[in-house]
């Protein structure tokens, strides 16, 4: 069958293909661009949670929720006796 895209055969005209579209080196950042960067970030203020840090944890959120679950249940069946 002929080839109607002019596409390569074999696996090393692939490779060389591929590699030919890859760019020859990775873009630099400019000079000192971290350094402004960090100093940009150090510069602006903290935002504030609206959650306390514990509560952030979904670990210690879940155990809360069994816990006043397990609590209500248990209240409710002491007040039906």
């Keep these: ?26 873009a630099e950042p400019r000079p000192f661009f971290y350094a402004r960067l960090q100093a940009r970030l150090a510069a602006q203020p903290p935002q504030p949670t609206m959650l306390p840090p514990w509560l952030r944890r979904m670990a210690y959120a879940f155990s809360v929720g069994a816990l ?9 069946l002491n007040y039906m006796r």
Aim: charged share 15%.
């Design 1 to 26: 069958m002929p080839n109607p895209f002019n596409l390569p055969e074999d696996d090393e005209a692939w490779t060389t293909l591929l590699r030919s579209l890859q760019p020859p080196t990775p």
């Design 68 to 76: 006043v679950l397990a609590l209500n249940a248990d209240t409710a």
